[in-house]
């Protein structure tokens, strides 16, 4: 198994090209069995995530090639409706075709998706808006087997929560569900924005684009045909960068970003005592002379994002003063605590509060990533300590982040990747 070996501290400088945003291709990615016609999709990150979920449209019978950042994708000869175990519990967003295969194909049987690292994140409110669609859900060893042989209704759904992969499966439903689909307490995040977006361009009918109200005019199982688009950029993997030049005092210019998907992240770190500029679709993080302590408290879109939580609490250690951070969304989004401390952090856990006290002067240490954005955390942080860090189990990191170490390196990072 491969580990990053990062000798800090580590002064960074220059520009990082950021890639697309493997939350927006995901369910991009799934919107395309909606269709029977090739899709090319641009700005596609090459991650272990966008892999995985080829592997199952592979199984699914899906026909795609996916080259330098270009999928052209024709699901017209899919003959398979089941999304099996073995590729759901690798990669949980797999769900994510249960909407689009029920409504193209009347039928589906997907993988119950299973716990993860960072908490129970049940489907609950996927099937039950499914239901008031029409359709039959039944759970079987294991499976979520799906049916609405006539077809899936438009109707009136109010999310109890706000969920992110559960709106993106009712509006990929609701576009070809006959008549009209209202959503309320939708989530806005810019992935899903950019889902809706698409299917606009398709023909699909979607009122209150970018608000927590949607209406959707389904098409009545007529297939949708979308013209090529690009995935737009990865806001978590930008604000990854920008922590990385906060945490050693550097300047570094992002390209490729949106900043307006960005504004709660820069905001905390102009709290921090940064600067960040924006410029078209380039960033640049000044960095602080001192960075000052800030609170967290994680929510929905716009607010600041729980991807984020794990890189501000590495960034928190070197402030001066407490920082208090609340994770909201997650039960148990707190497993790179015991590895920070690993290297010296100052962290006191109450619940889903963390307390820290800084700065603190990291030390080199062996750390084991536990999920993908606690991972990078532990990277940032190896960049702050001083001495060597080992970030072990970096397959966690190699699910979102493209060519991570590669584009540390280029910022001047002392970095290698490794084998045990
Ligand atoms: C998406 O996960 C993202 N993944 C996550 O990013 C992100 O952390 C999360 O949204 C929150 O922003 C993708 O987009 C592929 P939710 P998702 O449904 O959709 C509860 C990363 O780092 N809930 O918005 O699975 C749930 O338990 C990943 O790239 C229910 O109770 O998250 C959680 O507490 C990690 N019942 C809250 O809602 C449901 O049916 C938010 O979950 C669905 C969700």
């Known amino acids: 198994m491969d580990y990053l070996s990062i000798t800090g501290p580590s002064r960074l400088g220059g520009s990082v090209t950021i890639s697309g945003a493997k939350n927006a291709a995901l369910p991009l990615m799934a919107a395309t069995l909606l269709c029977d016609k090739p ?20 199984k699914l019978g899906s026909r795609f ?17 089941t999304a099996t175990y073995d590729i759901v519990k690798t990669m949980r967003a797999s769900i994510l075709v249960l909407g689009p295969l029920l409504a193209r194909f009347g039928r589906c049987e997907v993988s119950l998706p299973g716990g993860c690292a960072i908490g129970q994140r049940p489907i609950d409110l996927h099937l039950k808006a499914l239901e008031q669609m029409g359709a039959v859900i039944e759970i079987k060893n294991g499976y979520v087997v799906a049916t ?41 995040e810019p992935e899903v924005v950019q889902l809706c977006e698409v299917l606009a361009n398709a023909g699909v009918t979607i009122e209150g684009i970018g608000s927590d109200e949607l209406v959707i ?46 504004d709660a992240v820069t905001a905390k770190l102009h709290e921090a005592g940064c600067r960040v500029s924006a410029e078209g679709s380039a960033m640049t993080l000044h960095p602080a002379a001192r960075l000052r302590s800030f609170d967290i408290s994680t929510t929905e879109y716009p607010g600041f994002p729980t991807d984020m939580q794990a890189q501000f609490m590495a960034l928190a250690t070197q402030a001066e003063g407490v920082s208090i951070i609340e994770e909201r969304l997650f039960e148990n989004r707190f497993m790179h605590v015991s590895e920070l401390q690993r290297l010296g952090a100052s962290i006191h856990l109450k619940g889903n509060t963390a307390t820290l006290n800084g700065p603190i002067q990291l030390l080199g240490a062996d750390v084991m990533a536990t999920d993908l954005r606690a991972s990078s955390a532990l990277v940032l942080a190896g ?38």
């Open 217 to 262: 005019h389904g098409t009545d199982r007529a297939p949708v045909c979308f013209e090529p688009f690009s995935i737009i950029p990865d806001r978590i993997e930008a604000g990854t960068y920008l922590c990385a030049a906060a945490i050693t005092y550097s300047t570094v210019t992002l390209e490729n970003v949106r900043p307006d998907h960005l």
């Open 383 to 420: 960049l702050a300590a001083s001495g060597v860090t080992n970030v072990h189990r970096i397959y966690h990191l190699d699910r979102g982040y493209e060519k991570l170490h590669e584009k540390l390196k280029n910022l001047g990072a002392k970095i290698e990747r490794l084998s045990e």
């Open 39 to 58: 899709v090319t999709i641009d700005n596609v990150p090459d991650v272990a995530d966008i892999r995985t979920l080829l592997k199952l449209f592979k």
């Open 65 to 81: 090639t996916f080259d330098d950042h270009t999928l052209v994708i024709d699901n017209e000869a899919i003959d398979n409706t």
């Open 148 to 188: 609405a042989p006539e077809g899936l209704q438009g109707a009136h759904i109010i999310f109890d929560k706000v969920t992110v992969t559960g709106s993106e499966n009712i509006i990929m439903a609701a576009a070809l569900a006959r008549g009209k689909t209202q959503l309320i307490n939708v989530a806005k």
